[in-house]
């Protein structure tokens, strides 16, 4: 785990803070989610910039607020993945945008100031009456202490390194989906089918290889993803059919941030079905059930609703159930979800990699396939 702090070079305290801070954590890096820890230190915006292309940057922690550069340095953040944690030190209490509000503070809170600390996975503040502060603020609900060792002797410096390491864990073990790359999703993908199917047979050489270069660092992404979507068992089903050893994780026992359960308002605010059970007819055959079954999943579809558990369900049908194709697809043109079927089959493809043979209609790549899959990619999505 690399991560970059970021603070006014003008700033003696809290420069000493984050020497004292990164000084300490050194020692605790087998503690940290992929087995080693590495802190690096930027105090301008073209040092924050190289060393964030120097070598990839996993969190960028801003110490203290108004600082303009601020502003180029999440956006660099954000568009390469990595993510964002923000110590105020005490510079967004109160008293201290007042000053000077209307044409200094309002201005940067408006451009960049609110979105930073909204965009940040965590807030870390250095006691209650900053919590307080942060909470009357309102702007992030994620809101951690840690005491300053500097300014406090109730928390040694060891002890304030290991909190906050903590917390970094908890930011990068949150939505863990979003920072797996394209051979991890891969993977990902070849566990699910392998799971459904039962059969390693059915796994290409590549899909194999996937699977084969995780790093402990993959493996502990897709099993806490699996498990905070509810498909730990299909994953289960894939490593048993496999055969194969990945390393003993519990994510029921890692803390992560999960995003608010919210009643949906207006249109959406429906109660959400579960999908009907496939089933066949006095013939053997099960169209006219799947045909209800996907009626199903599109209504998830539109109420934005749709997961990958659902997808894996579908799969999971459509390799095992009798479907006439021509009748089926007739039946979907009818109710007007053909294009919906079409791009549900391409995501079958890239979320289960689902072989041509068991699709029930051709695959399409289009806007409404895209829509499907920020679904599945956002599933976990904290913001």
Same mark, same amino acid.
């Given at each position: 785990?690399?991560?970059?702090?970021?603070?006014? =070079?003008?700033?003696?305290?809290?420069? @000493?803070?984050?020497?004292?801070?990164?000084?300490?954590?050194?020692?605790?890096?087998?503690?940290?989610?992929?087995?080693?820890?590495?802190?690096?230190?930027?105090?301008?915006?073209?040092?924050?910039?190289?060393?964030?292309?120097?070598?990839?940057?996993?969190?960028?922690?801003?110490?203290?607020?108004?600082?303009?550069?601020?502003?180029?340095?999440?956006?660099? =953040?954000?568009? $390469?993945?990595?993510?964002?944690?923000?110590?105020?030190?005490?510079?967004? @209490?109160?008293?201290?945008?007042?000053?000077?509000?209307?044409?200094?503070?309002?201005?940067?809170?408006?451009?960049?100031?609110?979105? +930073?600390? /909204?965009? =940040?996975?965590?807030?870390?503040?250095?006691?209650?009456?900053?919590?307080?502060?942060?909470?009357?603020?309102?702007?992030?609900?994620?809101?951690?202490?840690?005491?300053?060792?500097? +300014?406090?002797?109730?928390?040694?410096?060891?002890?304030?390194?290991?909190?906050?390491?903590?917390?970094?864990?908890?930011?990068?073990?949150?939505?863990?989906?979003?920072?797996?790359?394209?051979?991890?999703?891969? $993977?990902?993908?070849?566990?699910?089918?392998?799971?459904?199917?039962? *059969?390693?047979?059915?796994?290409?050489? /590549? @899909?194999?290889?996937?699977?084969?270069?995780?790093?402990?660092?993959?493996?502990? &992404?897709?099993?806490?993803?699996?498990?905070?979507?509810?498909?730990?068992?299909?994953?289960? !089903?894939? +490593?048993?059919?496999?055969? %194969?050893?990945?390393? !003993?994780?519990?994510?029921?026992?890692?803390?992560?941030?999960?995003?608010?359960?919210?009643? &949906?308002?207006?249109?959406?605010?429906?109660?959400?079905?579960?999908?009907? =059970?496939?089933?066949?007819?006095?013939?053997?055959?099960?169209?006219?059930?799947?045909?209800?079954?996907?009626?199903?999943?599109?209504?998830?579809?539109?109420?934005?609703?749709?997961?990958?558990?659902?997808?894996?369900?579908?799969?999971?049908?459509?390799?095992?159930?009798? %479907?006439?194709?021509?009748?089926? /697809?007739?039946?979907?043109?009818?109710?007007?979800?053909?294009?919906?079927?079409?791009?549900?089959?391409?995501?079958? +493809?890239?979320?289960? &990699?689902?072989?041509?043979?068991?699709?029930?209609?051709?695959?399409?790549?289009? &806007?409404?396939?895209?829509?499907?899959?920020?679904?599945? *990619?956002?599933?976990?999505?904290?913001?």
């Amino acid at each position: 785990m690399r991560i970059l702090h970021y603070h006014n =070079a003008n700033d003696r305290m809290t420069a @000493e803070y984050v020497s004292i801070l990164s000084g300490a954590m050194t020692e605790f890096g087998y503690l940290s989610g992929d087995g080693c820890i590495e802190n690096v230190s930027a105090t301008s915006l073209p040092d924050a910039i190289k060393a964030m292309k120097t070598s990839r940057v996993d969190i960028v922690h801003f110490h203290g607020c108004w600082h303009d550069s601020d502003f180029m340095i999440a956006r660099k =953040a954000r568009k $390469a993945g990595t993510r964002i944690v923000i110590s105020p030190h005490g510079q967004l @209490e109160p008293w201290v945008v007042k000053q000077d509000y209307w044409k200094s503070r309002l201005p940067r809170i408006i451009a960049y100031q609110k979105r +930073i600390v /909204n965009d =940040a996975l965590a807030v870390v503040v250095m006691g209650k009456m900053e919590e307080n502060c942060m909470k009357h603020l309102g702007w992030n609900t994620r809101i951690e202490v840690v005491r300053n060792s500097m +300014i406090t002797d109730t928390i040694t410096d060891k002890e304030m390194a290991r909190k906050m390491l903590y917390i970094y864990n908890k930011v990068m073990d949150s939505h863990t989906f979003a920072l797996l790359g394209e051979g991890e999703r891969l $993977a990902f993908a070849s566990l699910i089918k392998a799971g459904i199917s039962r *059969d390693a047979r059915w796994l290409t050489d /590549n @899909e194999n290889a996937s699977i084969s270069r995780l790093s402990a660092c993959g493996w502990r &992404r897709i099993i806490i993803h699996a498990f905070h979507t509810s498909i730990t068992d299909t994953i289960a !089903d894939g +490593i048993d059919t496999l055969g %194969i050893s990945h390393p !003993d994780i519990k994510p029921e026992e890692i803390p992560c941030y999960l995003p608010k359960t919210e009643k &949906r308002k207006g249109l959406f605010n429906k109660e959400i079905k579960p999908l009907p =059970a496939v089933i066949a007819d006095d013939k053997g055959d099960h169209t006219e059930s799947f045909s209800n079954f996907i009626k199903s999943l599109h209504k998830h579809a539109s109420m934005g609703h749709l997961t990958i558990k659902d997808i894996i369900e579908t799969a999971y049908q459509m390799r095992h159930v009798s %479907i006439d194709e021509r009748l089926f /697809n007739e039946k979907m043109k009818e109710k007007s979800l053909d294009k919906f079927v079409s791009s549900l089959m391409q995501i079958m +493809i890239d979320y289960t &990699r689902m072989e041509e043979g068991f699709l029930v209609a051709p695959p399409g790549n289009n &806007r409404r396939t895209r829509r499907l899959a920020a679904m599945l *990619d956002d599933e976990k999505k904290i913001f």
